[in-house]
């Protein structure tokens, strides 16, 4: 079990040109290879060890963010870090024929898992590997922009937030779902849950130990939720609020570009 304790820090350097990668410092032009090679790992077997290690409480996540989207048909909407396409599959069919869901992550293993699930599902969409720190979208395109547990992985946050509010249309509304800071008094508990059944989750299940021990350190590095609410209005949005889920384990953001 690791006493490492949260980070409160607004930025993602340590010392100038690097990042964390869970607890350890590295370059920053070497972070998104090493989260490449943790999702690569982990792509066949996401969606199992996601339901192990929440217990299925993703799936409510995921519906309260849905919901909290409030997408109507017609609408134009962006799924950043999208994985195997869960928001992005729920997206579409609230969007319906006459909308267009965009499902996007800057990993081709996770994306052709996605992709697939979304042709099983009937739901033919466009889909394309993109950093979201350099969005191929023009201003102002999208009604809503997502990214589900993405965020954190991310070398510049602040540099992606700024790009998803850019591609956002006056009136439109980002909702970003992460793990985030859980309450105090189950913070013993959670840490030894983090630090010890995770990792033998991973080793039992996928066969990849290393990689959830990465996932782990990575929530302790994520901002809390009020400094996460600083850096949206930062990126320029407004009527920022965040609602905190399951004693703050994951909390949902959002905020509208005015």
């Given at each position: 079990?690791?006493?490492?304790?949260?980070?409160?820090?607004?930025?993602?350097?340590?010392?100038?040109?690097?990042?964390?990668?869970?607890?350890?410092?590295?370059?920053?032009?070497?972070?998104?290879?090493?989260?490449?090679?943790?999702?690569?790992?982990?792509?066949?077997?996401?969606?199992?060890?996601?339901?192990?290690?929440?217990?299925?409480?993703?799936?409510?996540?995921?519906?309260?963010?849905?919901?909290?989207?409030?997408?109507?048909?017609?609408?134009?909407?962006?799924?950043?870090?999208?994985?195997?396409?869960?928001?992005?599959?729920?997206?579409?069919?609230?969007?319906?024929?006459?909308?267009?869901?965009?499902?996007?992550?800057?990993?081709?293993?996770?994306?052709?898992?996605?992709?697939?699930?979304?042709?099983?599902a009937g739901?033919?969409?466009?889909?394309?590997?993109?950093?979201?720190?350099?969005?191929?979208?023009?201003?102002?395109?999208?009604?809503?922009?997502?990214?589900?547990?993405?965020?954190?992985?991310?070398?510049?946050?602040?540099?992606?937030?700024?790009?998803?509010?850019?591609?956002?249309?006056?009136?439109?509304?980002?909702?970003?779902?992460?793990?985030?800071?859980?309450?105090?008094?189950?913070?013993?508990?959670?840490d030894w849950?983090?630090?010890?059944?995770?990792?033998?989750?991973?080793?039992?299940?996928?066969?990849?130990?290393?990689?959830?021990?990465?996932?782990?350190?990575?929530?302790?590095?994520?901002?809390?939720?009020?400094?996460?609410?600083?850096?949206?209005?930062?990126?320029?949005?407004?009527?920022?609020?965040?609602?905190?889920?399951?004693?703050?384990?994951?909390?949902?953001?959002?905020?509208?570009?005015?």
């Amino acid at each position: 079990m690791s006493d490492k304790p949260y980070s409160s820090a607004e930025g993602d350097a340590g010392q100038p040109g690097t990042t964390h990668f869970g607890f350890q410092q590295v370059a920053e032009n070497d972070k998104a290879r090493k989260v490449a090679e943790v999702f690569h790992s982990v792509a066949s077997r996401y969606d199992v060890m996601n339901d192990l290690m929440s217990g299925g409480m993703h799936r409510a996540w995921k519906a309260f963010t849905v919901a909290r989207a409030a997408i109507r048909p017609g609408m134009k909407v962006l799924d950043i870090a999208g994985g195997t396409g869960d928001l992005a599959k729920a997206f579409a069919r609230r969007a319906g024929p006459t909308g267009e869901v965009w499902l996007t992550d800057i990993n081709d293993s996770m994306l052709r898992v996605g992709r697939d699930r979304m042709l099983d599902a009937g739901l033919l969409m466009p889909a394309a590997v993109c950093d979201a720190e350099k969005l191929p979208f023009p201003d102002g395109y999208f009604d809503r922009v997502s990214v589900a547990f993405g965020l954190r992985n991310m070398t510049h946050k602040d540099r992606a937030l700024a790009e998803m509010a850019r591609v956002l249309r006056p009136g439109g509304k980002l909702l970003v779902l992460e793990f985030s800071r859980v309450a105090k008094p189950l913070r013993p508990v959670y840490d030894w849950y983090s630090f010890n059944i995770l990792p033998w989750l991973g080793r039992k299940v996928a066969n990849d130990e290393t990689s959830y021990r990465y996932l782990a350190e990575s929530i302790r590095m994520h901002p809390d939720q009020d400094t996460l609410k600083g850096m949206l209005e930062q990126a320029g949005l407004a009527r920022v609020q965040y609602f905190n889920l399951t004693a703050g384990v994951v909390a949902l953001h959002e905020g509208l570009r005015l």
